[in-house]
């Protein structure tokens, strides 16, 4: 269906995987490499200086409940006063660090002995600077990042038997001695610290290349431990992974990841001593019981890798699975990561009876977490549409770091009623010392027992998938946080000792302190952690800058995973942790409580029929305004971010919501578009007059949003695709309402109103079949050469403007580089297409003869310009394709 006209009549319609992009230069935290610009402001360039730290993703439309987002209200937590970080000699920082090394048993690490502090390594070359000089020169966020809550004041630190519970975590050997090594060169060379080299699964290293083989755990609470499952004896390699404690505490589920082989690690030319999982084979979900330690596997199709699960309130299993394969989405600039993605699936306790329940995923979704509310939070990768682009990488037209696109996502216990929970618009978090924060891969969750949420927020690849843990007290169900960041309003950094970025861990009298990951509640609302001590990273190094770069620490520690216990939140430094276990020939990490939990069962919305109902009470009340400013040329940032509306239009102009289906990817490529999926329409629904809606769509469908005028052009849209579960009704409360619940839906029309049924879906326009042939009829008597109309990729996909007559080109900077003096950023990928909006490209603009974007060519000096008129004699039909084209991705089909 359309939107006939301004009386809304309905009418009836019959890498990384990033191939050769370098690296983000500069991949540091704010406040280590801070330079002020003139005004005294230095938020901004430090922020150019991170690959990590620009705007993110989530313009769903009409999202208020129903991609989870919305809290009301500007935030309301108390400022802390920040803390006065205490100068420390050598010798007591020293002491410290080695008595917490020795900590009271379980195999503490003992130092080699030395007659002085450690020295500096002067290769390779990392940052100096020390904690209190990175926390006093952090400037203040310019757009008023919501205040940390304030610190607990005095530490808690009980013996670890009342402390602690029973435990179950993970170990895997650490590379630890000398070993001879041959160099590219051929010369030999002794390794000290080999460890430097390990690894541990992360968002890069999904099913495999991390050290293997290794053992499940079971840790009582007198330090007494048996193994529950081991892949140390076995012919094949395998790692137990991802436990889940069943919530009467009785039985442990978890994941065996299986390869044919191990393989080395591999460096310069250098074959490494470091023994990581081969190509995975199968991961299959086991169950253990505890009481007796009884093993049974799970059954699965053959090819099946089964991870990440977790228990849901009616006894049910969720877990993560590539049981139903599909691609992430092909976009530009992107090489496919050429595995099947995960997406989660729900069984009975004994494996039987799966569904998939995330259609709506079209990349990796993993590490499902019960939370005590029996909403399950999730760690997803956005790469859907501009999401990729949110920076540049330095390039032009460049997508960012893939693997460090991660946000948290919540669910009912049954896959439905999906919510944004945290990172969703990618904004920076102050923290209770000065600190700033970015938001990169948030992935491995956890809940403090007063409910608080807690993720890991690391930098993919190199840093053991360790950094910072971020945690928040949850907002209602539907709401994500405050404007303008939408971020939850009690939001705090557990320990601003630690790091998240792409770099050594900071140090504190030249030692290394560590980073920290997959947060876990403990007793007297505590945290048990996975701190890696030491240097903790593999970025840019040689085999010898690396060894020469912890030749000082003590006993020449490079990165030591283990197993502590926080004592205060924050944590002000490393003195305030407990050893719990920290075996020097493990790597012991991702540890649960093996306790009994209680969790509610919250009641779910359904339908009275068991079809699947979408509805908004009031569409006409919005969050939608990009947070920072229209700014040509540089509006990548808001463009993957809340900024998916078209500058200079007004909200009032919104007169429908259109549906697509969104087409999951196989394994080859067909197709050419903006989103990365091929989409097919499902229809549009009219406002009813209060400007709410209901409809029907098809259960157990992925779909995407767009809000659009009463011409059916789209003026706002959504980038994250969603379904709904079967019988399930959602219900948002505005478009794109994150901070705030809007109208109740009984208070709507739309609560008496009959479902607009859009259950049937059609083509979209795609360029060879429907374009073209409107280009001949209507264009090529004028514009036979100096426009690409018959060139698909020279007139979609010419971010350089080549083919763009000389005379023509909009000139972007002063760059003496010609790709970067005429080249666009997203969401332009050409002078004549916008990305995200057919009234915003100047090839609709063209064809209509009117300039569509709410502005003219007076409005900014720097922006493409319409020009002179240009009377066409195109139909209103066609123009209405030409729109509904580019408006659905700018689909060409390639040809086999």
């Not at 084979?281 to 990440?308: F, R, W, Y």
């Not at 891969?441 to 807690?454: P, Q, S």
């Amino acid at each position: 269906m359309v939107i006939a006209n301004e009386s809304l009549t309905l009418v009836p319609r019959s890498h990384n995987r990033l191939h050769s992009v370098p690296e983000c230069p500069g991949r540091q935290e704010q406040g280590l490499a801070t330079v002020a610009s003139a005004d005294g402001s230095a938020a901004d360039k430090a922020t150019t200086m991170s690959n990590t730290n620009f705007s993110a993703p989530v313009f769903a439309l009409c999202l208020a409940a129903v991609t989870a987002l919305s809290p009301g209200s500007p935030a309301v937590a108390a400022t802390a006063a920040p803390e006065q970080t205490l100068a420390i000699d050598d010798k007591s920082a020293w002491d410290r660090y080695i008595s917490i090394r020795r900590a009271m048993e379980n195999g503490g690490i003992l130092p080699e002995p030395v007659s002085s502090s450690p020295t500096t390594p002067m290769e390779p070359q990392t940052p100096t600077t020390s904690i209190a000089d990175s926390e006093k020169d952090t400037p203040p966020p310019t757009d008023n990042a919501p205040p940390a809550v304030p610190p607990e004041e005095t530490p808690q630190r009980p013996s670890p038997e009342a402390a602690l519970e029973p435990m179950v975590y993970t170990r895997v050997p650490r590379t630890h001695g000398q070993h001879t090594v041959t160099l590219r060169g051929g010369e030999s060379y002794t390794l000290h610290s080999p460890d430097i080299w390990d690894r541990l699964p992360d968002t890069k290293h999904v099913f495999d290349g991390f050290n293997a083989p290794g053992q499940l755990v079971y840790r009582d609470v007198d330090g007494s431990e048996r193994v529950l499952y081991d892949c140390m004896q076995r012919e094949k390699p395998c790692v137990p992974l991802d436990p889940a404690v069943s919530l009467d505490g009785s039985k442990i589920l978890f994941s065996v990841y299986r390869a044919d082989r191990l393989r080395n690690a591999y460096l310069s030319g250098t074959t490494l001593p470091n023994q990581q999982l081969g190509s995975i084979t199968n991961a299959q979900l086991h169950i253990v019981d505890v009481a007796s330690g009884e093993v049974h596997p799970l059954p699965q199709p053959a090819g099946a890798l089964d991870v990440s699960p977790t228990w849901l309130p009616d006894g049910r299993i969720m877990f993560a699975s590539n049981r139903d394969p599909q691609r992430e989405p092909f976009l530009d600039r992107i090489t496919p990561n050429n595995r099947a993605d995960p997406r989660f699936y729900i069984a009975n306790a004994d494996g039987s009876d799966v569904h998939l329940v995330t259609q709506h995923e079209v990349s990796t979704a993993m590490h499902p977490y019960l939370l005590r509310s029996g909403r399950v939070a999730y760690g997803s990768q956005w790469l859907s549409h501009n999401l990729p682009y949110m920076s540049t990488n330095g390039g032009v037209n460049w997508p960012g770091t893939l693997d460090n696109m991660w946000v948290v996502m919540d669910m009912d216990y049954r896959g439905g009623d999906m919510t944004a929970l945290y990172g969703a618009h990618r904004a920076s978090l102050k923290t209770s010392t000065g600190r700033t924060k970015h938001t990169k891969a948030l992935h491995f969750l956890g809940e403090r027992r007063n409910g608080d949420v807690c993720v890991a927020n690391y930098y993919r690849g190199n840093n053991l998938g360790l950094g910072d843990v971020i945690c928040w007290a949850p907002e209602p169900v539907g709401i994500e946080g405050a404007l303008p960041r939408f971020q939850p309003r009690k939001l705090y950094n557990v320990a601003d000792w630690s790091r998240s970025d792409d770099n050594p861990s900071f140090r504190e009298n030249g030692i290394y302190q560590g980073k920290i990951g997959y947060p876990e509640g403990a007793p007297n609302n505590q945290l048990l952690l996975t701190v890696g001590r030491g240097y903790c990273t593999q970025v840019s190094g040689s085999v010898t800058g690396f060894q020469n770069a912890v030749a000082g620490q003590p006993g020449k520690l490079a990165c030591d995973t283990g197993l502590y216990l926080t004592t205060r939140i924050p944590s002000r430094d490393m003195d305030d942790l407990t050893l719990v276990v920290d075996a020097p020939e493990w790597h012991e990490f991702g540890a649960r409580m093996v306790v009994a939990r209680q969790v509610d069962t919250p009641a779910l919305s359904n339908t009275s029929d068991g079809s699947c109902q979408l509805a908004s009470s009031d569409a006409g009340t919005a969050e939608t305004a990009p947070y920072k400013p229209y700014h040509f040329n540089h509006n990548y940032r808001v463009s993957a971010n809340n900024g998916g509306e078209i500058d200079g239009l007004p909200h009032s102009q919104l007169a429908g919501i259109r549906f697509w289906e969104v087409i999951p990817n196989g394994s080859r490529r067909s197709f050419s578009n903006f989103t990365g999926n091929r989409l097919r329409l499902l229809g549009d629904t009219p406002l009813l007059a209060d400007k709410s809606f209901k409809v029907s769509l098809p259960c157990d469908t992925p779909y995407i949003m767009a809000g659009i005028d009463a011409r059916g052009r789209v003026i706002k849209r959504d980038q994250i695709p969603q379904s709904l579960r079967p019988g399930e009704k959602r219900v948002c409360s505005g478009c794109h309402l994150h901070s705030r619940k809007g109208r109740p839906y009984e208070n709507s029309e739309a609560f008496l109103a009959e479902p607009v049924a859009l259950t049937s879906a059609t083509p979209v326009p795609v360029y060879e079949r429907d374009i073209k042939p409107i280009f001949a009829r209507r264009c090529l008597t004028c514009h036979v050469s100096d426009v690409p109309l018959m060139d698909y990729d020279d007139l979609v996909w010419d971010q350089f403007q080549t083919s763009v007559t000389p005379e023509r080109r909009l000139q972007v900077s002063q760059s003496s580089n010609e790709k970067r003096r005429f080249g666009l950023q997203r969401p332009y990928t050409s002078k004549y297409v916008n990305s995200m909006f057919a009234r915003e490209s100047l090839l609709y603009w063209k064809a209509a003869n009117e300039r569509t974007d709410g502005r003219s060519d007076a409005t900014y000096s720097d922006d493409i310009d319409f020009g002179p008129p240009h009377p066409t004699d195109i139909t209103d039909d066609e123009l209405r394709i030409l729109a509904e084209w580019i408006d659905s991705g700018a689909t060409r089909i390639i040809p086999n």
